[in-house]
């Protein structure tokens, strides 16, 4: 696409539904963390380190 002389609306229109799509993809995988990490924390007795785990991940969100 950015061979010879790309439209730059194009180009950008392109980059935005990358994001979109790694975007859902993050959802995905934060969801499946939370479902199979997050929900069994406190009988593990891991609590703590989980929250702090999550708080770390959602500076990228």
Do not use: F, N, W
């Not at 730059?8 to 993050?26: N, P, S, W, Y």
């Not at 499946?32 to 999550?54: F, I, M, Y």
């Amino acid at each position: 696409m950015l061979e010879g002389e790309p439209y730059c609306v194009d180009v950008l229109k392109q980059i935005k539904a990358v994001q979109g799509a790694l975007d859902k993809v993050g959802d995905l995988v934060l969801k499946s963390h939370l479902e199979h990490h997050v929900a069994s924390a406190a009988q593990r007795g891991d609590t703590d380190e989980l929250v702090a785990e999550l708080m770390e991940v959602l500076k990228y969100r």
